[in-house]
Structures are given as structure tokens and as C-alpha cells.
């Protein structure tokens, strides 16, 4: 009862405490009616939710820590290495990946499938750590299903009709769709959290290479929610070009990759 009460009161004051907030990847002044705290909350609150929609956890430990250990690898040179991040790859055959609010990020098997090296890996999880620093996903859920009615429902999901409640709004989650101005923020910040990290940045554009290829014979989920990749490729490639003079020696893990992933998911088949 005090967690509910807990809950529906921080929806109660977020609502009276609109005001600016610093986009630390843009350096911009924003708009924010939440504090970061509900990012937390919300994330905490429907990532079993979104697990269980997407067929659950694959079940392989050394994968798991293998897909986390790069995330946070990206984590402690972003904008807020101190948050507590939750990166997890999921058994649907989907070829995705997505964050929620508060850390909480997300890859499908069917992405992990069509990767090739730790760099693409990275590049991945990169452009979703944007989304979360930036709080993109906790505008766009606020503007297209209302933050309140997300924590209420989290809040009373005990009954049969809340639960129902929450499926329906995790799937709603999981179709969201940022702006084009949020996505080239995503591409350019992540590609500067990859070298950060000591990762080569062209894995970034060897996996949009990636994704077209995949596009261009049947039509893939990541797509339903991200922009196409034809020009994201070509301010990719002049961003390294002009930024990143010399990438030699910078880690590109093809080796790694396929031992740590490819392999176990080969010997592991998903679900039908």
C-alpha cells in the first residue's frame, strides 16, 4: 500500500514540476516535466514486463555477461557513468534493440544474429545509452502515453485487468518512435561514446551496412521504430572522417564476437 501511495504521489508532483533540463549530448536546454527519478521508477517497473513480451532472458550466463560487460564498457564514458545500467539480450528472433527509461537496454537474439564483431555490438548498445542519457524514451512515452497512466498502472498491477493493463501499454512501449533529430543525436553521440571506449567507430556503419542488407530482402523490425539507414551511413562516415583521423588499433573483436555470441547462439537454437 505505501509503495502505490509512493508512486501515484510522485506522478502527482511530477506534474507540477516542469522545467528545464540540460541535454548533456546536445548541450541544449530542454523541456523536461519529469524528474530522473521516475525514469528509474518506470524502467524498474516494465522491464520484466518487456522481458516476457520478448520470449524472456537467453539462457546462456557467459553470453549475458559477455553483452553486458560491453554495454557498461560504453556506460562509464557516458554522460552519466553512475547510473546504474541494465544491459540484457532477449530470445526473440526480432532484429531490434531499445531502451527504457533509467538504464534499463535491451537486444533481441535476431540482432545478435546478424552482428559480426564486438565494435557493431557496441555501436548498438552506444546509440540506445544515448537515448536513455538524453531521456529521448521518457519524453516520448510522456508524449505518447502519458506518464501517469504508465505509473499507475505499474502501481495496481495486481488484478487481472491491471495486468492486462501493463501488457498493453509495455507493447505501446515497445513501438515508440523518436524523432529524426533524436536519432542523428543517438548516431553521433554513440559514435563518440565508441571511441571512448576504445572501439573502432566504423562498426557503427558496418552494422547500418548490416541492417540495409538484411532490409533489402525482408522488412526488419528496427526499422518500425528507427529511421532507414541510407543517409545515417553517410553522416556516420564524414563524422569519422573529419573527427576521427586515426582509428588503427582501436577494438574491433571479431574473434571475441563470434566465441562469446555467435557460437553459443549457434549451439542454442531460439524459439520457433
Do not use: W
Amino acid at each position: 500500500m505505501c509503495k502505490k501511495l509512493g508512486l501515484l504521489l510522485l506522478c502527482v508532483v511530477s506534474c507540477f514540476s516542469a522545467g528545464c533540463a540540460l541535454n548533456p549530448i546536445t548541450g541544449e536546454q530542454e523541456l523536461m516535466f519529469f524528474p530522473p527519478e521516475q525514469d528509474i521508477e518506470i524502467g524498474r517497473q516494465y522491464a520484466p514486463e518487456v522481458e516476457k513480451e520478448l520470449g524472456g532472458r537467453i539462457a546462456n550466463e557467459s553470453l549475458q555477461n559477455y553483452v553486458d560487460s560491453v554495454g557498461q564498457r560504453i556506460a562509464r564514458v557516458s554522460h552519466q557513468p553512475n547510473l546504474q545500467y541494465h544491459f540484457v539480450a532477449l530470445e526473440h528472433k526480432s532484429v531490434n534493440a531499445f531502451a527504457l527509461p533509467g538504464g534499463y537496454l535491451f537486444i533481441t537474439r535476431g540482432m545478435l544474429e546478424k552482428l559480426e564483431t564486438e565494435a557493431q555490438l557496441a555501436s548498438v548498445l552506444a546509440h540506445e545509452v544515448v537515448h536513455v542519457v538524453a531521456r529521448d524514451t521518457t519524453n516520448q512515452m510522456s508524449n505518447e502515453i502519458g506518464m501517469g497512466l504508465l505509473l499507475a498502472a505499474a502501481a495496481s498491477a495486481t488484478t487481472s485487468r491491471s495486468v492486462s493493463t501493463v501488457a498493453g501499454l509495455t507493447r505501446q512501449i515497445l513501438s515508440l518512435q523518436y524523432s529524426q533529430k533524436d536519432e542523428r543525436e543517438a548516431d553521433l553521440g554513440g559514435l563518440d561514446y565508441m571511441v571512448r571506449a576504445g572501439y573502432n567507430p566504423y562498426g557503427a556503419v558496418e552494422t547500418m551496412h548490416i541492417l540495409e542488407r538484411q532490409h533489402g530482402t525482408s522488412p526488419i523490425e528496427f526499422f518500425a521504430t528507427h529511421p532507414s539507414p541510407q543517409n545515417r551511413i553517410g553522416y556516420l562516415t564524414r563524422r569519422i572522417q573529419t573527427k576521427y583521423d586515426n582509428v588503427s588499433g582501436l577494438r574491433v573483436a571479431r574473434e571475441d564476437y563470434g566465441r562469446y555470441v555467435l557460437e553459443p547462439l549457434s549451439r542454442q537454437p531460439g524459439s520457433p
